[in-house]
């Protein structure tokens, strides 16, 4: 079992910047993905990134450029660097791995073990 756990959510005014923390309690697998995702409400669950333990990546188009996902393998964290956040990054964001996966899919099919979540506001 890995348990994942969120930190570093919280209010900011549009064109800020968060960084969002995931630690897994665990080694995860020799190939593995971690993945976030974030949900607001009256929309569906969507992966914004996702990261393989080789260090690729793959992002949502509505985020490219702004958001950055990078790893601490010796710690078993995977971050999010949020940057230029717009209202509509509002959010709560989800951490997510997968053993035995490469490439960090997006898709909320692709992952076992998920995080409590963290809150992310944006104001206008």
């Known amino acids: 079992q890995v348990h994942l756990v969120e930190s570093g959510g919280g209010s900011v005014q549009a064109g800020g910047s968060l960084r969002l923390s995931c630690v897994a309690s665990?080694?995860?697998?020799?190939?593995?993905?971690m993945g976030w995702f974030r949900h607001a409400p009256g929309k569906e669950r969507e992966g914004v990134a996702g990261i393989d333990n080789d260090g690729r990546t793959n992002y949502a188009d509505s985020v490219k450029g702004r958001l950055t996902i990078s790893q601490d393998n010796a710690k078993n964290t995977v971050y999010l660097q949020m940057n230029s956040l717009k209202p509509e990054d509002t959010a709560m964001y989800y951490c997510?791995?997968?053993?035995?996966?490469?490439?960090?899919?997006?898709?909320?099919?692709?992952?076992?073990?998920w995080g409590q979540g963290t809150q992310v506001t944006v104001s206008s």
């Open positions: 997510a791995a997968e053993r035995n996966c490469r490439g960090g899919p997006l898709g909320v099919v692709f992952y076992t073990y």
């Open positions: 665990t080694y995860i697998s020799e190939n593995y993905c």
